[in-house]
């Protein structure tokens, strides 16, 4: 599989000049994104990716901005990057350096659900198991081939029952994004602080979210520490204010590649055991995909 082509990134950095509401939201995202690179390295910069349609659409526009910075598409693309005030402070994994940072084999955690066969013997990236005190491994995913920017830094904290089907893709994802990505099980703040203390993550000091205000915890600000019992890092939102339709919108109008379960009728997804096609999208012979859904409102009428 061939990684994302350069000018598809460069179809974002000019969809975000066009004026109307979806290029503004584009390039508020990418203002944001560039405002937190600027002021925390590539390096303290990571994303959480786990195949789902948010965060989908917010790796292929931190793509395309890891890719302006790189290739230096036209100046004339690229908004004015947001400053970035609010910083998380206080010790902990975040604040060490590369040179203190312990293998992920320290932490005990969860395991993460096994990956499905159809990964396994995928070719499309390379995986390792990285083991951890109790005998569990978390597991670790670079691409084989290099993008036309740097690797993205990336954490999976996987649901306890995933999708396959979302399990491939993120994996596919690996290769297509240049991604170097942890997966990992377990409660998320173990799992967090398991992240922010691997060599792959002892640099973090702020990590990507595809939270939108819909969603269950979306009542956040769009940058926003984690709470003081957590490890610390800034939480950063940059689609936060996208809505349902703007999701999709830009993911066809875009050709964005995405999880094959959204043309199966689901709309919204967690695990395989609370997770079902939305009922909006029912018809005599299945279920239409999730772009048709024309409530946005019902987005999680499948979730049970």
């Not at 693309?77 to 084999?105: F, V, Y």
């Not at 969860?110 to 597991?139: D, F, H, I, K």
């Not at 269950?216 to 800034?234: C, E, I, M, Y």
Request: aromatic share 8%; hydrophobic share 35%; net charge negative.
């Amino acid at each position: 599989m061939a990684y994302i082509a350069p000018a598809d990134l460069d179809k974002v950095l000019r969809r975000g000049k066009a004026g109307d509401d979806l290029g503004n939201k584009i390039a508020e995202a990418i203002s944001l994104i560039e405002g937190v690179l600027d002021d925390l390295g590539e390096s303290g910069v990571a994303l959480s990716f786990n195949g789902g349609k948010d965060c989908t659409v917010l790796l292929h526009l931190f793509a395309a901005v890891l890719y302006e910075r790189h290739n230096k598409v036209s100046a004339s693309l690229q908004p004015a990057h947001t400053d970035i005030s609010q910083l998380p402070h206080g010790s902990g994994p975040a604040g060490e350096s590369s040179a203190s940072a312990k293998a992920c084999q320290d932490a005990p955690i969860a395991s993460p659900p096994p990956l499905p066969a159809c990964v396994n013997g995928s070719a499309s990236a390379s995986a390792s198991a990285e083991p951890v005190a109790n005998g569990q491994p978390a597991t670790h995913h670079r691409a084989h081939q290099s993008a036309p920017y740097p690797v993205i830094r990336s954490v999976y904290f996987t649901s306890a029952n995933p999708f396959p089907e979302m399990e491939a893709f993120v994996i596919e994802s690996v290769n297509r994004y240049a991604l170097d990505l942890y997966r990992f099980g377990g409660g998320m703040k173990a799992a967090l602080s398991e992240y922010l203390s691997c060599l792959g993550g002892s640099e973090v000091r702020a990590i990507l979210l595809g939270t939108r205000q819909g969603d269950p915890n979306g009542k956040v600000a769009v940058l926003a520490p984690t709470d003081p019992s957590w490890p610390q890092v800034l939480r950063v939102h940059p689609v936060l204010d996208w809505t349902y339709d703007d999701i999709w919108s830009f993911l066809r109008e875009l050709d964005v590649e995405y999880c094959s379960l959204y043309d199966e009728g689901y709309t919204s997804l967690g695990s395989t055991t609370n997770t079902l096609p939305n009922p909006y999208l029912k018809t005599a012979t299945g279920y239409e995909p999730a772009w048709k859904l024309r409530d946005g409102s019902q987005e999680r009428a499948g979730r049970t």
